[in-house]
């Protein structure tokens, strides 16, 4: 019988969301089959926090959720100090979450010495430059239980992943949530839609959707294999980017009419020219879809 992966999840500054996307996994039973949690904030577990702070248990993938500070202590032991140890014996140490990743929600409070592992939003940070090597990122407020899964099992199976500059797998985050999205059609031919929740129409001219700069599969590989923001009228909101949280999520800054940011790899002057070919053609269809109830 093959043994059980090791997997250690220590938590910082963090809402235990992405801890709760997780028991969404579909294959979640088979999942708990394969690895085994050393400790955890919710999943049964084989040791108490107290017995990992205290000692050093034997572990082979080290998942950290939540901002990082030097402040923060787990039963009373600096959490620098937990990643220092168990980053030591760790194959693999994943980021679970923006959070995490880029430091989050968390750094715009009025704490400045909040970050990410490795990056303060763009920003690399030198907390830990000695197990960057072992790292990988998984973004998302919350993350996607599949990325997070299919890199734990690439891990196990000795896969060699491709990641990006953020350290986040080109297999989940090398294209934009844009790319699969249900209503491209749209927004070709910058038909906005006018209501959250209908299914026809475009939310990036008028309601803020960030699908067109947001690194991520939710379009290819659906939340519990059935749906995404876009797909139910919900705008992106771009939870896998550094700049997680924006303001004004739900519209859309423009210049002259312009959008103020482009989608990704999109010239001004190339926008400029296919936004003056499509107002020459008027699609009864798709405009029917949205004014008609």
Not at 98 to 114: H, L, V
Not at 245 to 263: C, D, E, H
Request: with cysteine; aromatic share 12%; charged share 25%.
């Amino acid at each position: 019988m093959t043994s059980k992966v090791k997997v250690l999840w220590i938590t910082g500054l963090a809402c235990n969301g992405n801890s709760h996307s997780f028991l969404n996994y579909p294959f979640l039973e088979q999942f708990l089959n394969d690895f085994e949690f050393i400790n955890h904030p919710i999943f049964e577990s084989t040791h108490s926090l107290k017995e990992i702070v205290t000692q050093t248990i034997s572990c082979d993938i080290l998942l950290i959720e939540g901002s990082l500070s030097p402040e923060i202590l787990k039963a009373d032991v600096s959490l620098f100090d937990i990643i220092k140890k168990y980053s030591s014996i760790v194959s693999k140490i994943v980021t679970v979450g923006t959070c995490a990743t880029y430091g989050g929600i968390f750094r715009k409070s009025e704490y400045k010495d909040i970050t990410g592992l490795h990056f303060d939003e763009k920003n690399l940070v030198q907390n830990f430059p000695d197990i960057r090597h072992k790292t990988i990122s998984i973004a998302g407020c919350p993350i996607h239980p599949e990325h997070l899964a299919n890199t734990l099992y690439s891990i196990k199976n000795k896969m060699k992943l491709k990641l990006d500059e953020y350290l986040r797998p080109k297999e989940y985050f090398a294209y934009t949530i844009h790319n699969g999205c249900t209503r491209n059609e749209y927004f070709e031919y910058k038909v906005d839609n006018h209501q959250f929740g209908k299914k026809e129409g475009c939310m990036f001219y008028d309601h803020g959707c960030q699908a067109p700069y947001t690194h991520g599969s939710c379009n290819k590989i659906l939340w519990n294999e059935v749906n995404s923001k876009t797909r139910a009228g919900q705008p992106c909101n771009g939870c896998t980017e550094p700049d997680f949280p924006k303001a004004n999520l739900f519209s859309t800054k423009k210049n002259m009419g312009i959008p103020q940011v482009l989608p990704l790899g999109v010239a001004k002057r190339t926008y400029l020219t296919l936004a003056g070919i499509t107002k020459a053609f008027t699609i009864d269809r798709l405009e029917k879809d949205i004014f008609d109830d």
